[in-house]
DNA sequence: TTAGCAAAGTGTATATTTTACACTATCTTA
DNA sequence: TAAGATAGTGTAAAATATACACTTTGCTAA
């Protein structure tokens, strides 16, 4: 991105060119009186993969950045809804579009971004890692333990942490860990997941005893395969169930 | 400044002749599709009055809205954090720089306003509602109470609905109430504020328990004056304690 | 084939937290 | 000085969260 300074274009005014003064002074107006503020939406993707939260980041291509890891973004379009515009850039990143997707906040200090004020609506995202993973792996796109994830490019680690930390709560609220699992999953899998989100181990006897409890697990009257020891039950997850019981939900904790 | 893609320029690199006017009017054609956005702050004012929540609210300016109430807002200047935009709608409508603020969400929808698309950043913020009573009650601007806050203009009753949601929720994570009341008050004032927040009715002997083990009150060894009955003891809120004890604060439920 | 391994699956007792609830004390007003 | 009104106080029961160990099952390798 280049920038352009309203000295810059000012510089023109003595054209002669009576459509470029105009011009001009449309484009002057513009600047002065609409907003010289550009609206940008980041999303942190998260993903779950060899037991490990991981988040999906690219290479930065600024070259204040240069080589530095950043979130991904993009402009929002004058006509697009926010919420479009962050599933724009998880349907280009990862050609997924039936994703979990969450606002969480608005960061807009003045000088966060190089080529000029550019405040960003922060999301995270929840995929299931292995739909996509074709998809990725080419242009400096990778995948990410977010236990070190650091140093990320303009505000981004500010970004990624309050994503990570609003994750981190939103499981206490509400089972949201599925959309990070295939549909079939073992007892073990969503235990792994949660001490992975949440960064701690989980008493396994009480783990299951509150999912069993919240009642929202399939038995599917399946096992594990491949595995070298006694194979779990797989289970999915009621999401209509899960949708009605909503309302009255009051979280759970671990 | 005015953020433009270097692609849209280098399509002219060639161009000897009409190089100017023709990147001018690909910078023109750029601050209108990407561009044309505004942003603004809009802020939910609770105070507490009365031993009810309100919110401070002004007559719609907009003949789309003519006589509608509506939050208080305001564009976004460039050179303005967003927080300093919130700081200044507070000071300029109340008087009061010494405030809680807190930003919620950002609101976009492509048609929520009919100038055009302004995308709105929501804070909600909390005030003694009698430092200021000499400011308001002029230009339509005026106190309400929260149960009655209904059609709101523009998409302000969501807004509202959700900033009080947020209030409701962070209440009972957070001893925010205290700056919604005097600086001294009694557990009687404090506990109508958490019903008047809540919107139930609290067991007065489990809600003083509750307080008292969180230690962040100061016994002045002062009483209530003009009470028809037994005055109540008064209290003043330990902020530096908080702030101490924040980081390990896991919540207060009611 | 079978012994050993590795994780699945299961229940209970204790500690902690939350809830429900009623009487006495103190100040004001008449 | 009696009556009215709210302040102030503790305990028992219920619900929830925690800590913890042995048996079962399928797989693997000798």
Redesign the interface.
Known sequence: ??????SA?LK?KD?K?N??VK??K??QS??ES??????SVDCVIFGFDENKLKVLLIRSDLKEYKGRLSLLGD????????DKAAYKILKKRTGLDDVYLE?V??F???NRHP?????T?AYYSLINIMHHKLKIRENELDWHDVSGVKNLAFDHQEIFETCYQRLQKRVQEHPLGFSLLPSKFSLRDLQNLYEAILGIKLDRRNFRKKFFAMDFLVDLNEIETNVPHRPGKLYSFDYDKYEQKKKKWSGIDF
């Open positions: 991105m280049l920038v352009v300074t309203r274009l023109n054209n060119n459509k470029t011009t001009l449309i484009i513009e600047v609409l907003n010289k503020i550009a609206l402009l929002l379009s004058p006509n697009d809804e926010l606002q906040q608005t807009g200090k003045v080529g000029g004020r550019v405040i609506v």
